[in-house]
T-cell receptor, first 116, second 113 residues
Framework: EAGVTQFPSHSVIEKGQTVTLRCDPI?????LYWYRRVMGKEIKFLLH????????ESGMPNNRFLAERTGGTYSTLKVQPAELEDSGVYLC??????????????FGQGTRLTVV | TQLLEQSPQFLSIQEGENLTVYCNSS?????LQWYRQEPGEGPVLLVT?????EVKKLKRLTFQFGDARKDSSLHITAAQPGDTGLYLC?????????????FGKGTLLTVNP
């Protein structure tokens, strides 16, 4: 069975450009999460989807970030326009359940975004 | 803001040595997980602890959850080069959003042959 897949693995864009990251969760996982790790900092929660609905987007930095999950399958995270401080590794995870006591998050390999 | 302090951040040891990584918070966890991440890959779950005082073993790795569920430790016995990697603790806090994991900064472990 395929794991969580993220595209692209790396992206280098100029400040002001737009970038769209994609995440394909494990089939059947209703819960999809986006996290981000900025250099030198801890991995931070961005948002959580249950199927196609945004359960919690409290971690989204600002309105330059837009996440979608049409049809409850894959998800995209668009950054428009990108700023230098958006650089980091964007991790996507999926899980069957939401209670971490009896489920696990399966993470993708991440997308390393560099804004120059 | 609920924080999760992980220490040490970096650890370089010789093969065969023992080590302990710590994860602490001032808040109570409803559950805590330890992940391991290798370069170019996402974190992979090692263990989940839920009950205060719980101890779990995974081969040479021993995980403990504090009685008050505010801290946890990972102990590796007789470390091997294959143990090299980034170890992350991640917790879901009681009373908060259980679906939101809070991560420590991680411990980058290097085991030299």
């Amino acid at each position: 069975e395929a794991g969580v897949t993220q595209f692209p693995s790396h992206s280098v864009i100029e400040k002001g450009q737009t970038v769209t990251l994609r995440c394909d969760p494990i089939s059947g996982h209703d819960n999809l999460y986006w996290y981000r790790r900025v250099m030198g900092k801890e991995i931070k929660f961005l948002l959580h989807f249950v199927k196609e609905s945004k359960q919690d987007e409290s971690g989204m930095p600002n309105n330059r970030f837009l996440a979608e999950r049409t049809g409850g399958t894959y998800s995209t995270l668009k950054v428009q326009p990108a700023e230098l401080e958006d650089s980091g590794v964007y991790l996507c995870a999926s899980s069957q359940l939401v209670f971490w006591g009896n489920t696990e998050a399966f993470f993708g390999q991440g997308t390393r975004l560099t804004v120059v | 803001t609920q924080l999760l302090e992980q220490s040490p951040q970096f650890l370089s040891i010789q093969e065969g040595e023992n080590l302990t990584v710590y994860c602490n918070s001032s808040s109570v966890f409803s559950s805590l997980q330890w992940y391991r991440q290798e370069p170019g890959e996402g974190p992979v779950l090692l263990v989940t602890v839920v009950t205060g005082g719980e101890v779990k073993k995974l081969k040479r790795l021993t995980f403990q959850f504090g009685d008050a569920r505010k801290d946890s430790s990972l102990h590796i016995t007789a470390a091997q080069p294959g143990d090299t990697g980034l170890y992350l603790c991640a917790g879901a806090f009681s009373g908060g959003s259980n679906y939101k994991l809070t991560f420590g900064k991680g411990t980058l472990l290097t085991v030299n042959p």
